[in-house]
C-alpha cells in the first residue's frame, strides 16, 4: 500500500472531520451549539484549505483559507449569535423527522454522493481528487438539514454549511475558484446573513414565532 | 502451537483476571477525584470479591438451574474473551479458535444467559433491567460489528491478533476511518459497559438501573462472579480499543520475552490513561433518558459506517 505524502492524508482527515461536522449538525438539537458547530466546521474548511495551498503551492488559496477563517469562525458566528441573543430564542427546536430516521437517510445521501463522485474523481489530476465526495456529502447533508428544519435560524445555518461544502468541492476539484468569484460569494453571504437577520425580525413580528410554518398560509384568517 | 506460546497465553489471561478488579478501582477513584470526593481505596474491588466469596450464597426458591449456572456462562464467556483479545503478545494460541465476530458472539452470550437469569426469577425489576439490557444490546452489537469490519478492511483479516499485527507494523499514516471507528468503538463501550450516559453503575435508585437491576437477585460467589465478570468486560473492551487503536507495544509472537515483559508496563499505563479518561467522561456527561440511548447507539453505528464508507472512498 503506497503511502500519500503527509498534507494529503491530513487534508483526507480534515475532509473527513468536515463530513462529521456535518452529520453532528444534522443531529444537534439546539441553536447555540449548532452555531458552535459551523465555527468547527469553517474552522476545518480554513484548516484543509491552507493545506492545500502549502501543499500545492497554491498561493492565492491561503488567501481564501485566511477569508474563510474571518468570516466562517468569527463574524458569522458573531453575527448569529447576536441575532439569537436579540431574538431570545434559545430552545430546543423541534423537526419534521426524528434524528436517528434523519441520519440514516444522511448516510443514504453519503454513499449515494461517494457513487457520483467516483468517476469524477477518476478523471481529475488533482491530489485533493478523493475528498470530492465528501465536499458533495456535506452539500447533500446540508439540503437534508435545510429541509428537515422547521425554524428560520437551524434553516439559515443550513444554508452557510452548503456554502461551505462547496467551498470544499471546489478546492477539491480544482484548487479554488478564482479570488475574485471566492471574494463574491464571501460578501454574498455575509450580505445575505445580515439580510435574512432583518427577515427573522420581521417574520417574528409577523407571526410571533420564527417557525415557518406560518409561512406557507398564503391567506389570513383560514 | 509451541509451549512458549501456551505460556504467554497463560501469563496473559492471568494478567487479565488480576488487573481487571484493579482496572474499576482505578476507575472509581478517578470518578471520586474528578467529582471533588474523597477516593474510595483503590483496591477495594479485590475487598469485595474476597467478602462475597466468603458469605454463604442465598438464592430465591424458585430460582431454576439456569439461575445458579449464570454466573459461570457469563464469567466462563468473558475468560475466554480475555483469551481471544491480545494484550500483551499477537501469538495467541486460542486465538485461532475465534475471530472478531466470534467475540461479539461471546459477548452476546454472557448478554442472552444473564438477562434469561434475570427474568427466571419473575421480579418486576429484574425483568425491567433485562429487558433494557436487550434493548441496548441488540443497537450496541451492529455498531460494534462495524467498527471490527472497518479494522478488518484496512488489515484484510477478522482475526484479532493479525489485525493487530498488521496495525502496529504498518507505515505511520493517519487513517480517517480509524478515528472515526475509534469514536464510534468508545460510545459502544459505555454503552456495553454499562457506563454513564446510558447506565449509571453506582446508582441506587432500581427504576434508572439496567445491569444493576439484573444483577439484583445474585448474593455471594454467584455475585463475586458476576462482579468479576463485568470488570472483565471492562477490561476486555479496553484491551479490544487499545488493540485497534493505540497497537504499540504490544509484543511479536511469543518467543521474545523482553517484549512481552515491556509490553506489560506499557498496557498498564495506557490502561490508567483510558480509566482516566473514562472516569472524565463519565463525569462530564449526564445519564440520557432510556428512550435516547436509540439515539445515541444510532450515532454509534453511524460513525462506524462512515468509518467503512470513508475508508473505501479515501483508501485510508
Known amino acids: 500500500m503506497n503511502v500519500l505524502p503527509l498534507y494529503a492524508q491530513l487534508i483526507n482527515l480534515f475532509a473527513a472531520i468536515l463530513l462529521l461536522l456535518s452529520f453532528a449538525m444534522l443531529a444537534q438539537r439546539r441553536v447555540l451549539s449548532l452555531i458552535d458547530l459551523f465555527a468547527a466546521q469553517g474552522l476545518a474548511l480554513a484548516a484543509s484549505t491552507a493545506i492545500v495551498a502549502f501543499g500545492t503551492g497554491q498561493h492565492h488559496l491561503y488567501w481564501s483559507a485566511g477569508l474563510t477563517l474571518v468570516l466562517k469562525v468569527f463574524l458569522l458566528p458573531w453575527i448569529l449569535y447576536r441575532l439569537i441573543r436579540q431574538l431570545d430564542v434559545k430552545w430546543d427546536f423541534e423537526r419534521l423527522i426524528n434524528v436517528p430516521t434523519t441520519m440514516l437517510i444522511g448516510i443514504v445521501l453519503v454513499v449515494f454522493s461517494f457513487n457520483l463522485a467516483v468517476p469524477i474523481s477518476q478523471l481529475a489530476s488533482t491530489v485533493t481528487r478523493s475528498t470530492l465526495g465528501i465536499a458533495m456529502a456535506c452539500v447533500m447533508l446540508s439540503f437534508l438539514m435545510m429541509i428537515t428544519r422547521r425554524k428560520a435560524i437551524p434553516q439559515v445555518i443550513g444554508f452557510l454549511s452548503m456554502e461551505n461544502g462547496l467551498f470544499f468541492a471546489a478546492t477539491s476539484a480544482t484548487y479554488g475558484m478564482p479570488m475574485v468569484v471566492e471574494l463574491g460569494i464571501a460578501l454574498d453571504v455575509l450580505v445575505g446573513v445580515l439580510i435574512l437577520g432583518v427577515f427573522f425580525f420581521q417574520i417574528r413580528e409577523q407571526f410571533d414565532s420564527l417557525d415557518l410554518k406560518h409561512l406557507e398560509k398564503l391567506k389570513e384568517g383560514e | ?316
Not at chain 2, 79 to 99: K, Q, R
Not at chain 2, 157 to 174: F, G, K, N, Q, Y
Not at chain 2, 192 to 217: C, G
Open chain 2, 1 to 316: 502451537m509451541t509451549a512458549t506460546a501456551l505460556l504467554s497465553q497463560a501469563v496473559q489471561l492471568a494478567l487479565a483476571l488480576a488487573l481487571a478488579p484493579l482496572l474499576v478501582g482505578w476507575v472509581n477513584q478517578c470518578r471520586a477525584w474528578l467529582s471533588n470526593r474523597s477516593a474510595p481505596p483503590l483496591l477495594l474491588p479485590y475487598r469485595t470479591i474476597r467478602k462475597l466469596f466468603m458469605k454463604d450464597a442465598v438464592v430465591a426458591s424458585n430460582a431454576s438451574p439456569l439461575f445458579r449456572l449464570t454466573p459461570y456462562v457469563v464469567f466462563g464467556a468473558m475468560c475466554c474473551a480475555a483469551a481471544i483479545v491480545p494484550s500483551l503478545a499477537t501469538d495467541l494460541p486460542f486465538a485461532l479458535a475465534a475471530d472478531t465476530i466470534a467475540l461479539v458472539g461471546l459477548f452476546a452470550l454472557a448478554r442472552v444467559f444473564i438477562a434469561l437469569a434475570a427474568m427466571d426469577i419473575g421480579t418486576a425489576f429484574g425483568s425491567l433491567g433485562a429487558r433494557r439490557e436487550m434493548f441496548v444490546g441488540f443497537l450496541a452489537e451492529p455498531a460494534l460489528l462495524m467498527v471490527l469490519f472497518t479494522a478488518s478492511l484496512i488489515s484484510g483479516s477478522t482475526s484479532l491478533p493479525s489485525i493487530v499485527d498488521t496495525l502496529a507494523h504498518r507505515e505511520l499514516a493517519i487513517y480517517p476511518s480509524l478515528a472515526f471507528a475509534g469514536v464510534a468503538f468508545t460510545m459502544v463501550s459505555l454503552a456495553e459497559n454499562a457506563r454513564i450516559p446510558v447506565d449509571n453503575p453506582a446508582t441506587h435508585l432500581e427504576l434508572t438501573m439496567i445491569h444493576e437491576a439484573m444483577v439484583l437477585e445474585y448474593s455471594a460467589r454467584h455475585l463475586a462472579l458476576i462482579e468479576w465478570a463485568s470488570a472483565l468486560k471492562l477490561f476486555n473492551y479496553s484491551c479490544i480499543g487499545l488493540a485497534l487503536f493505540f497497537p504499540f507495544g504490544i509484543a511479536q509472537g511469543s518467543e521474545n520475552w523482553a517484549a512481552i515483559a515491556l509490553a506489560v508496563p506499557v498496557l498498564v499505563g495506557k490502561l490508567a490513561l483510558g480509566g482516566f479518561l473514562l472516569a472524565l467522561i463519565e463525569t462530564v456527561s449526564a445519564k440520557m433518558r432510556i428512550f435516547r440511548a436509540p439515539e445515541f447507539l444510532g450515532t454509534a453505528f453511524l460513525l462506524a459506517v462512515l468509518a467503512m464508507l470513508v475508508h473505501l472512498l479515501l483508501g485510508s
